[in-house]
């Protein structure tokens, strides 16, 4: 008798991850099949991971009926088990990951495309076959020897400028696997930002490619997905989930932008899609390329390492970037100019208006959370253990490390300098966008934001309009800073760079350098001169100095004894666990009683090396009702805690966070 272990759809349990069901006579299953089963009074569907054939000893259920083909690779089953135990998730989440809404619910099992398709993504147009490849260019120098680099070592950190051509590295080594009758998988931050993208691969390899994102409706997504998993293209390119998709014969998985916050799923299972893309080159032998022009400090200390190899792109290969110039908001001050754009900014989008060229502002306003900024001397209150901007709480009537949980009051004056002129959290993208019709009444004006794309191609529709030249000045969030590629864009305007500088993350300094770099990047691509204006209070410190002259070397150099100091990334792992309950003190006595019984485990299972803070509240103390807290967890190996921590109604934990 055969005996099949099944995770099972009905049961998330993470002390129960699999039950053992009979194979029936008949039935062929292998791990990676979908299957009905009997549980509690109803069935439920789940996927076999494993075939024994032991005999459980107790009477077992049998499978009462399974798909004709596995609905999962080999590979995939792989994945998951390392995703669950990474992130602290329950199997059946990460195998459900893994498959559209659409097919888990057994609506669609790939028979054919349905003729009842009522609204199309503007972005699968663009994945339309266009006829046979078109011939790539010669490569530069470094492009083929960045190549090389990719055809010798397993694992690349392509770093280049932005406008270096990064995306011709990844289309030639994507025609390399291609001939070797191998299938290549491409991430990308924001897929529907990257229209021009999914069209140049498109036209370059000639092959049919699919399109994975959650933009996509639901029967979009599943016959994306059944395109792939049936092996009728060669090519997925997608979002985060994409990393996700079953493709057979994987052979590259380029990483394009590694490092970037999109790349994070804020829901269980909370993966980062770089760390899953390394696994699922390790569990399949395809090569991987992580490519950026400011990778993660964790990142670039694996090339340090030689974990991975580095290949470098130094240089634009047309165009030049932009100028950067750091305006001191401090002096703005001084001399008695209060408004949130100096006036450096203001005479330069003037001088763009009168050439009829194109602006970006840029405000990145992230989350809710408010920390305290002295306006003369430029520095935020910060925690001296953890060297981080200590985060407002009304409701605790004072300022609060988010790591440690250390308090203290708010202050009324400058703790360095004792000037009165401190002050929190400044304006957000929509009262610039106001601030901004005023000031430029005849400039055609646009604000590209999570509130104003609404609708799958709401970002698409804003970019469009900006790209073609129907708008003058673009207002917006991080979102902007990301693939686009505008000719007629010659100003760039950081609003606020203090904002994320003092974020209160330890990711904060190299947020700062990767988004300034990132945000000059978009200017000077038509070789017209161009300048990215970055406003800030703190116009020397490191993360801004570097990004001014380009110098990620040396910022990764100024970084890395502070990670070092205070026990981050690459030094140690980072997880949180979060506690949110609408009574302040039911959720306080609960955060702090699940932190002595956290610890008394640790100590009771001896897992060593394992620092546990906290609770302190949450970087948003008071969301939709409840009050947060937070256990902050460092150390090795944090996968050893993952049936230590606390679950339940309440709870949910973060590993490798990112802010
Ligand atoms: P990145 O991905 O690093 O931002 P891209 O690959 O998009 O850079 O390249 C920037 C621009 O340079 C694009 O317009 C691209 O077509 C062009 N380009 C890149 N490599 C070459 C090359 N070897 N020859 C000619 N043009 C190139
Ligand atoms: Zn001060
Ligand atoms: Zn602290």
Redesign the pocket.
């Known amino acids: 008798m055969l005996y099949a272990e099944v995770a099972v759809e009905a049961g998330r349990a993470i002390d129960r991850e699999t039950y053992t069901y009979a194979v029936p006579e008949g039935t062929e299953v292998v791990p990676g099949h979908r299957v009905w089963v009997p549980f509690g009074r109803r069935g439920s569907a789940g996927y076999v991971v494993a075939l024994h054939a032991e005999d459980p000893g107790i009477e077992v259920k049998a499978i009462e009926r399974a798909d004709a083909d596995p609905l999962l690779l080999p590979h995939q089953m792989e994945l998951a088990r390392a995703v669950a135990d990474h992130y602290w998730a329950p199997l059946i989440e990460c195998l459900r990951a893994m498959v559209p809404p659409r097919i888990r619910g057994g609506r669609s099992s790939g028979a054919g495309p349905s003729a009842r398709q009522t609204r199309h993504s503007k972005l699968l147009a663009f994945a339309k076959p266009r006829g046979p490849a078109e011939p790539?260019?010669?490569?530069?120098a470094d492009?083929a020897r960045a190549r090389e680099t990719i055809c010798a070592a397993r694992s690349v950190l392509l770093r280049?400028?932005?406008?270096?051509?990064?995306?011709?590295?990844?289309?030639a080594a994507a025609a390399d696997a291609l001939r070797q009758g191998l299938r290549v998988l491409v991430l990308v931050p924001e897929i529907a930002l990257s229209p021009q993208?999914v069209e140049?691969f498109s036209l370059r390899l000639g092959v049919p490619l699919a399109v994975l994102h959650s933009g996509l409706t639901d029967l979009e997504r599943a016959q994306q997905w059944w395109r792939a998993r049936r092996g009728e293209v060669d090519l997925v390119i997608g979002s985060r989930s994409a990393v996700f998709a079953p493709i057979p014969r994987l052979g590259l998985v380029c990483v394009?932008e590694e490092g970037s916050s999109a790349f994070k799923q804020d829901r269980t299972p909370r993966y980062e899609a770089g760390w899953v893309a390394r696994r699922l080159a390790a569990a399949t032998g395809a090569r991987l390329v992580l490519?950026s022009?400011t990778p993660t400090v964790a990142t670039y200390s694996e090339a340090r390492s030689g974990a991975l190899a580095l290949a470098e792109?130094p240089a634009?290969?047309?165009?030049q970037a932009a100028e950067v110039e750091l305006v001191d908001m401090r002096e703005e001050l001084r001399r008695g100019h209060r408004m949130p754009l100096s006036r450096r900014l203001l005479e330069a989008v003037d001088v763009a208006l009168r050439n009829e060229e194109q602006s970006i502002l840029f405000l990145n306003r992230r989350g809710g959370a408010t920390f305290v900024l002295c306006r003369e001397c430029g520095r935020s209150v910060q925690c001296l253990g953890c060297s981080v901007s200590m985060v407002e709480h009304p409701e605790l009537e004072g300022l609060s490390c988010h790591y440690c949980g250390y308090w203290r009051p708010l202050p009324t004056s400058c703790p360095y300098c004792g000037s009165l002129h401190i002050r929190n959290l400044g304006l957000g993208t929509q009262r610039l966008e106001g601030m901004v019709r005023k000031l430029w009444p005849e400039a055609r004006v646009l604000r590209l934001d999570r509130d104003a794309a609404r609708g799958p191609d709401g970002y698409f529709d804003i970019l469009e309009t900006f790209a073609s030249h129907r708008a003058d000045i673009l207002v917006g969030t991080q979102l902007v800073a990301r693939g686009l590629?505008l000719e007629a864009v010659t100003t760039v305007g950081v609003v606020d760079a203090d904002l994320p500088l003092f974020f209160p993350d330890y990711r904060s300094a190299e947020v700062v350098f990767a988004l300034v770099t990132q945000v000059a990047?978009r200017a000077g691509?038509s070789g017209r001169p161009a300048r990215a204006i970055v406003q800030t209070s703190n116009p020397d410190h490191y993360s801004l100095r570097h990004a001014q002259t380009g110098d990620y070397e040396a910022f990764y150099l100024d970084e890395l004894p502070s990670r070092q100091a205070f026990h981050f990334p690459p030094y140690a792992e980072l997880a949180v666990l979060t506690y949110g309950h609408a009574d302040a003190d039911r959720a306080a006595t609960t955060a702090r009683e699940a932190t002595e019984r956290l610890a008394a485990a640790l100590v009771r299972e001896r897992v060593d090396g394992v620092q546990l803070q906290g609770p302190s509240p949450a970087f948003i103390h008071r969301l939709r009702g409840e009050y947060r807290w937070q256990l902050t967890l460092r150390g090795e190996r944090l996968e050893r805690v993952r049936t230590l921590v606390p679950r339940g109604r309440g709870w949910s934990h973060d590993v490798d966070p990112v802010a």
Do not use: I
């Open positions: 790539p260019p010669p490569l530069t492009q280049g400028v932005t406008g270096s051509g990064k995306t011709e590295v990844y289309m993208l140049r394009d490519g022009a792109l634009r290969v047309r165009g590629d990047g691509r």
